[in-house]
């Protein structure tokens, strides 16, 4: 028996995260300035909190699915990756200058293609899961 909220929001989670590796690749000329603009500010993009409290709200929701509904494998793993990952990067990055510093100096167009095929590779497992949710 599958979740199909876990199912749909694996796949979803694999395109964005796939085409935000290509759209990286291709655009890895520019990633230096767009990655210096996100974290390198004294302050995030107007946009950052709300497509942040989003997010959160929307890994909520997943998280919950998996628990009232069919218990997969994946959903299990789902579920760890939302519940430990998401904490995790929010406090190295979100809520943690030195992170966000270290990200802000990222650069050279064979940083962001290495960056863009983990992602890549990435949306290939998220779709693995999505089929076996």
């Known amino acids: 028996m599958e979740n199909v909220v876990v199912a749909t929001f694996l796949y979803i989670a694999a395109i964005a995260v796939t085409l935000s590796g290509f759209v990286i690749i291709i655009l890895r000329k520019y990633m230096d300035r767009v990655v210096a603009y996100v974290y390198g500010s004294e302050h995030f993009p107007f ?6 409290l989003g997010l959160a709200v929307m890994f909520t929701y997943v998280v919950y699915a998996h628990f009232v509904g069919p218990h997969t494998w994946a959903g299990w793993v ?22 966000r510093d270290f990200l802000a100096k990222m650069h050279g167009e064979l940083t962001f293609v290495a960056v863009g095929l983990i992602r890549i590779a990435f949306g290939g497992f998220l779709y693995w899961l999505a089929m076996n949710a």
């Open 47 to 52: 946009w950052f909190w709300p497509a942040s």
């Open 78 to 99: 789902t579920a760890a990756m939302v519940g430990l990952g998401m904490p995790v990067q929010w406090a190295s990055v979100v809520f943690n200058r030195n992170g």
